[in-house]
């Protein structure tokens, strides 16, 4: 057997790796990502012209359960056709038997806290609900939902990115598997209780709001909502994306939040802060009344 | 169309305890394929050893592989195969004193060229890397030398020989500068045909590395890891 040198065994280590798409229009620039299902490349589609993300079956999970499992992930992603969820261009099999799709490459940096003060960070948390309430409202619960898995576009756009453990409510959950990451998965998903269900989804996303509310300490109504969607047990979390983005919603247009029964002192406090202008001018009047009462009589 | 997929070699590690004699040998000949290159140059770095003394550390530790069955206390838990086996490595290494070793020269029965490793390290800067890194680059070295070896096999045994001739000359060779064309005028082919039995021969050869892997580690969970770790960015 002859030696073979550096420079030839990581030229074959690309080779070994790296798919052939010669069968399709796309042509490989560079890897994007690995995760422990698929491998992201940015890729050029050479009939459309224009750069793409490549998502190819990791080749040592390669077997036709994974290949089935992605061709899943791409049919769901396809179904959820949202400004929020990228979109899926195309999907098929490489020679060597590994599952691809091609979806829009987005251009931008992952979610972050910093810089953003509370009103616009609700605005986004609001914004990354609404995919998500989409997916719920069609049956599609994601399971991974974390900052890492949020984009912002270059022009704003928000997406919510990484589809691959996503399930329909109406199906089984793999008995005894762990889906999420640390932190931002649900008790029930902890212990391996993978039945897809909505209020998994609730618990990332109270998460995600806890971690982008945690430079201040958030006012009781944000607290309470974020204690109702991390809730332990699923029954007393909020029932999807959408009831909990209403009641977020609710709070940032002052209004009283279901999570939250709040005392007399404190809905006067919001009521007065919620019409500043109204008490204003109740009070100039007041004040006008007085001045013209005291002033009058003399 | 099928899906090319891959008729799963087993582990080693559990070949070694088959009651079938014949796939006993075959698994111990990978495992000394494998492994006989890392171990020798390993000894070599890390022992400050002379190339006498490391070819008979290597031939007595395989012969203790077989002999103790020492592998049979390996806890995929704990650790991958490949740093189980040099920790057992560096214990025999231990045990064995020079006089030990200079009363069994002779006695090795591994048909391995240890000359061409000593001159690869002759060749080699490997003072610039520990011996762990080396271990592991070797390792990944043999994995693939193991490949290329099999895929020549494989492509002799059904009849395509321009396949890896074509493989030889544009994947195993140092110079990159080579093109489709220049290999579809040597071998008297069209581009188009280069490029398809190139495509096809990289897909075989796709398959025996991770075919090797498989046989290489113990544990589904750890052949993602090698594999990983092997075929990745972070390789």
Known sequence: MNWLSDATLDHLRLVADQPDVSSTRYELIREI????????????????????????????VAGPEAVERLRNEARTIARLEHPGIVPVHDAGILPDGRAWYAMKLVRGET???????????????????????????HGVVHRDLKPENVMIGSFGEVLVMDWGVAASVQGRGEE????????????????????????????????????????????????????????????????DAQDLAGDVARYADGLPVTAYRENLLERSGRWISRNRALVAMVLTYLVMRVLVFLFGRT | MSPAFPTTRRSVVLSLSSGDAGERTRAFDTLVALYWRPLYKYARVSRGRSPEDCEDL?????????????????????????????????????????????????????????????????GDD????????????EWARSVFTLAVERLRLECSASGRTTHFALFEAYDLDDDRSVSYRDLAARFGLTETTVTNHLAAVRRTFRQLVLDTLREATASEQEYRAEARALLGVDG
């Open chain 1, 111 to 137: 979610l972050r806290a910093e810089g953003r003060s509370r009103t616009e960070l609700l605005r986004l948390f609001l914004r990354i609900c609404e995919p998500v309430a989409f997916a719920h409202a």
């Open chain 2, 126 to 137: 490997a003072s610039a890397i520990s011996p762990e890194t080396l271990f592991q680059r």
């Open chain 1, 33 to 60: 990502a690995r995760g422990g299902m698929g491998v992201v490349y940015e890729a050029e589609d050479r009939e459309l012209q224009r750069r793409v993300a490549l998502k190819v079956l990791a080749t040592e």
């Open chain 2, 58 to 122: 290597t031939q007595s530790f395989f012969t203790r592989v077989l002999e103790n069955e020492a592998l049979a206390s390996y806890d995929a838990g704990k650790a991958s195969f490949r740093t189980f086996l040099r920790m057992l490595f560096d214990r025999h290494a231990a045990n064995e004193t020079k006089a030990a070793l200079r009363l069994k020269r002779g006695g090795g029965s591994l048909a391995v060229d240890f000359e061409s490793a000593e001159a690869e390290l002759a």
């Open chain 1, 176 to 239: 005894g598997l762990v889906v999420g990451t640390p932190g931002f998965m649900a008790p029930e998903q902890e212990r391996g209780d993978s039945a897809p269900d909505t209020r998994a989804d609730v618990f990332a996303l109270g998460a995600m709001l806890r971690l982008l509310l945690h430079n201040e300490r958030p006012p009781k109504p944000l607290r309470a909502i974020i204690g109702k969607a991390m809730s332990a047990s699923p029954a007393d979390r909020y029932r």
